[in-house]
């Protein structure tokens, strides 16, 4: 953990374009949640508390989404439709001739900007980078005596997002993400004198052996004020910061991007996923005031083998990967660079080396770090899912495409432009043309590469267009959707002799967590075994249909850790595959799973919307983690069932060469792992727990590093029978934060340990739920995870009564 911090300090340290007068503007804000009659209504004054001080806003804090809450909220459909911001900010700009301008890391999904009451410019997409010169307009204002009287020297700034529904924008409402509103990425004021640069394209490569390195300069000038040329002074700097040549250009016509320096340079550290290696290319531009710009870059060599492996710098790399959705509890897509940061870094602590920003351009925050921390990306436009829409739809793809491509141009990490996901599933429009479609699929495929001829492109689930790109990857759901997940291996084969170059991306399964089963495969049995492993219309439907797990399985954590330990093994064994991404990382929002355990909720995620892990995550420790993890499976499942003097397997998810368990302090043996023996990688003993409570405990020994591991829990040999009563019990309360237990019992008083009935939570008093987190102990209404469920209260000091309620069961109540 203490090398990731070390190489994100320097990272955020080096990597900032505008490295000169940019800064954040996050507080200030006020907030109001529907549309208003006109821009008047956002800047004229009223008394507060006076009759006429209508509508009412709320103090808000940048990033802000208009659906932290309402995204997983299991009573209503997410807000779509307009929301205003408004600020007032002191503007001095340091530069005598420079521009004032506000950058936008990303605002969903239309976004209008106003200085005062004149609308100084608008966007389309919630999810690329974009700028507005605001100078004139506030000097304009400033010649005003509002400025002055009613202002008190302050800039009033209106900002009006609305994230509606709209068949002729992308992302398609039928996409399994919520489409957000809101600024919900930071929002930078930046001054620059009168000539700056826009951008600087910088191409670092390499031979596959490593030994030349070039790097091409490119650039493009922001000049409002007609300067018409430049003088540029170059550096390029090694890993730890030391100038390795400088060179000084002096440019004309710079209303093209024109060409500045190349530079050479004798092996070069290579950029890798075990050393991210990066060098900084900076560059001054001269003139009546500098203005300095920096890239971080790196240098690697990367191919795809025909029907075979992916080889970096030479060498054969099985690309380890996931996703991301840009979804966090309580604040959902208004991710703190924080935030990102923590998610980040779990993710390498896992042993990611990949990444599939999945379904649109992503933060800049995110791409840094997958530069300094070692994940290559893939990432794409957000194409998904509805068909194909007219001229206003197909020209937001190829702007978002044009904007993703160069904005992030300069990351060593980025290996793949994604062009679509999933552009076979129709709905949005009466017609479903397949030619058309394959059409503007070949158009943005030529646009990439002519953008950028040094990735590949790639799309995911669209097989009438796979010959068009360079990577493809088809539905494989081995165990979910369809088939069992033991035909993961021979379905692969088959898809790989099918295109050039496969990548599989998007497998695995949906989990509630803290639901556990003692017979996990179950719904393996009514599978039938000719079904395949491609997901199609419905699957994800909890009704109708064939028999598949997605509904007819558990959604235990149980299941789920076998359906991935199986993969993994077998990932280990194609030494032709290039690579895989688990959907997703960490479970998000969705409006299209309203009847899943957590409503709103994709649940396929190995941690939670909060970060929780889920056991899922050690699984993928025990295969990919470099730094030694011992695990036994189970934290989360408090109490097991069975028959008395019953074998009951004890699971050990562990790197490490071998592993001694202890059950009530006595040994049950060592075990060498071997990745080929499942599950557990041989990890497994079966055990007869005492009635009651027990201990068990691991010792695990990587070289003389020894690890240890601890699980309590109780053993319960009663059988039980129908749901009669439920209990609600006070488990805790720190830091005014009471944590309250619902239990279900048969009549006897045995809990009903496999009983995932949906119960409800509610309050009535001074305190307040925790509630619409999205997460399993974070949701009012819930299934319960082996007859329990958890929910959180606010206490505020006062008295309130808490209810829960399941059908069929007398509801209770509990005083705090």
């Known amino acids: 953990m203490k090398k990731y911090i070390i190489v994100l300090l320097v990272s955020l340290l080096c990597s900032q374009s ?121 000097e304009a204002f400033k010649k005003t005596a509002l400025y002055t009287s009613q202002f008190k020297g302050l800039i009033p700034i209106s900002i009006r997002c609305d994230n ?57 000038f922001y000049d409002p004020g007609k300067v018409g040329k430049a003088s540029i002074t170059l550096h390029l700097r090694d890993p730890e910061n030391k100038i390795l040549q400088t060179l000084r250009v002096d440019v004309g016509n710079i209303d093209e991007d024109k060409f500045l320096a190349e530079f050479k340079i004798r092996s070069p550290k290579r950029w890798s996923p075990d050393q991210p290696a990066q060098y900084t290319v900076e560059a001054a531009v001269h003139g009546e005031e500098e203005y300095i710009h920096k890239e971080k870059i790196g240098f690697r060599h990367f191919e795809f083998l025909e029907n075979g492996p992916f080889v970096l710098n030479g060498k ?142 790639a799309i995911r689930r669209c097989d009438f267009c796979r010959d068009i790109v360079d990577v493809y990857s088809p539905s494989i759901w081995a165990g979910w959707y369809r088939g069992v997940y033991t035909d993961y291996k021979r379905v692969s084969e088959e898809e790989n002799k099918r295109v050039k170059h496969f990548l599989h991306v998007e497998w695995g399964g949906d989990s509630h967590a803290r639901r556990h089963s003692e017979d996990p495969d179950n719904a393996l049995q009514k599978i039938e075994k000719s079904q395949g492993a491609d997901e199609r219309s419905g699957d994800a439907s909890l009704y109708g249909g064939s028999a598949r797990v997605s509904k007819d399985g558990d959604w235990s954590e149980s299941y789920i850790c076998n359906l991935i330990d199986w993969h993994l093994k077998e990932q280990e064994t194609m030494s032709w595959l290039s690579g895989t991404a688990y959907w997703p990382f960490k479970d998000f929002s969705t409006p299209v799973r309203p009847e899943n355990p957590v409503p709103y909720m994709n649940q396929k995620g190995v941690v939670e919307r909060d970060f929780t892990k889920k056991e899922s995550y050690y699984v993928f420790q025990s295969y990919w983690a470099k730094e030694p993890m011992v695990h036994i499976y189970g934290h ?115 809990q009903c340990l496999d009983a995932s009935d949906l119960i409800s939570f509610s309050l009535s008093g001074d305190g307040k739920l925790i509630d619409d987190q999205g997460t399993s102990t974070g949701s009012r209404k819930v299934q319960l995870y082996n007859g329990r469920a958890i929910i959180r209260v606010e206490e505020r000091r006062g008295n309130s009564v808490v209810g829960v309620s399941c059908p069929g069961v007398k509801t209770v109540f509990i005083n705090l």
Not at 118 to 135: A, M, N, R
Not at 668 to 688: C, H, T
Not at 707 to 712: F, K
Not at 717 to 745: C, D, F, H, M, Q
């Open 316 to 457: 054969r790399l099985l690309l380890r990967g996931t996703h991301r959705h840009e979804d966090h509890a309580g604040v959902a897509a208004a991710m703190s660079e924080g935030q990102i940061r923590q998610e980040m870094v779990m993710m390498k602590d896992m042993g990611v080396n990949f990444i599939r920003l999945g379904h649109y351009q992503q933060s800049r925050i995110v791409l840094d770090l997958c530069d300094s921390l070692g994940i290559l990306v893939w990432e794409e436009i957000p194409w998904c899912r509805g068909g194909l829409g007219g001229d206003v739809y197909k020209e937001q793809a190829r702007r978002m495409l044009t904007n993703m491509i160069e904005q992030h141009y300069n990351h060593p990490s980025v290996i793949i432009w994604g062009l679509g996901n999933e552009n076979d599933w129709p709905g949005d429009f009466s017609e479903f043309d397949q030619d058309k479609i394959r059409a503007f699929m070949t158009e943005l495929n030529t646009l990439s590469h002519t953008l950028d001829p040094s990735r590949k492109t």
């Open 164 to 220: 509606s529904r709209d068949l002729q924008m992308i992302p398609s409402d039928l996409s399994d993400f919520n489409v957000y509103g809101g600024i919900y990425r930071y929002l930078n004021l930046v001054y620059v004198p009168q000539l700056s640069l826009e951008k600087l394209f910088v191409k670092a490569e390499t031979d596959k052996d490593g030994k030349a390195g070039r790097v091409v300069v490119k650039g493009r």
């Open 636 to 750: 989360s499942w408090p109490v097991r069932w069975g028959k008395l003097g019953e074998e009951k397997m004890v699971k050990v998810f562990s790197n490490c060469d071998r592993a001694e368990i202890f059950l009530n302090g006595r040994s049950y043996g060592v075990k060498k792992r071997n990745s080929a023996d499942f599950p557990a990688a041989g990890l497994r003993w079966n055990l007869v727990f005492e009635s009651g409570k027990n201990m068990l405990e691991v010792r695990a020994w990587k070289g003389k590093t020894m690890l240890r591991d601890t699980v309590h829990f109780d053993y319960e040999t009663r059988p039980w029978g129908k749901a009669a009563k439920l209990e609600l019990s006070k488990v805790s309360s720190e830091n005014g934060i009471a944590v309250l237990e619902a239990k279900l019992y048969d009549e006897k008083g045995v």
């Open 18 to 138: 505008f490295a000169q007068q940019r800064s954040r503007i996050n507080t200030g804000w006020e907030f109001v949640k529907h549309d208003l009659g006109g821009i008047w209504e956002a800047v004229r004054v009223a008394a507060k508390g006076s009759s006429e001080s209508v509508p009412i806003w709320e103090e808000v804090t940048l990033p802000h989404c208009f659906n932290a809450q309402d995204a997983v909220n299991p009573d209503v459909n997410y807000y779509q439709g307009p929301g205003w911001y408004r600020t007032q900010l002191k503007l001095e700009n340091p530069y005598s001739k420079g521009r004032i301008l506000l950058h936008f890391e990303g605002a969903g999904q239309k976004t209008d900007v106003y200085v005062h009451t004149t609308k100084v410019g608008s966007h389309t997409g919630g999810y690329d980078e974009w700028t507005l010169d605001i100078t004139d307009a506030v």
